[in-house]
């Protein structure tokens, strides 16, 4: 399939309030100025770095190897949320903050490992206090390993 400059593969919480009225998906795609085709799981990045099943980061790399040969794909954007994400557990919000970072870069490392012709956007999804999406903060872009196949 031939890489296509309009889509972009996303990687992001189950959480609610990412979602409320297409919340996500419309900042995403303004944004980074592509169509998103989102994957939703418990804790975002840690789905993929360090998940409660194995088979929730099988399947989430079947669904981008899936949408990178039908559609075509050069970047997964894996979006992590502040806030007080359930799937971690952590009382602390820089403690927490801390331990998203460090499961995006394992995150990075794991998509990579299985598509190393992808960029990968690892980023924070900022939640305001009144329960609303805000933005989606660029932490950092990881250039693919090898040439798009």
Known sequence: MVE??????????IDRRLHKAGAF???AEKQFGKEAYIA????????????PDPAKRIA??????LVKELVGIDTV??????????????????????AHRENLER?????????????????MTRIGPDDKLQQIEVLKEVPPKTALA
């Open 40 to 51: 939703s799981s418990a804790g975002g990045a840690k789905a993929l770095a360090d998940p």
């Open 77 to 98: 954007v894996i979006a992590d949320h502040d806030a007080k994400c359930a799937a971690y557990r952590i009382d602390d919000l820089k403690t927490e903050e801390q």
């Open 4 to 13: 296509s400059p309009h889509v972009i593969f996303v990687v992001t919480c």
């Open 25 to 27: 998906a419309s900042l």
């Open 107 to 123: 995150a990075a490392e794991v998509v990579q490992a299985s598509f190393p012709d992808l960029r990968v956007i690892l980023a």
């Open 60 to 65: 989430i790399l079947l669904d981008i190897g």
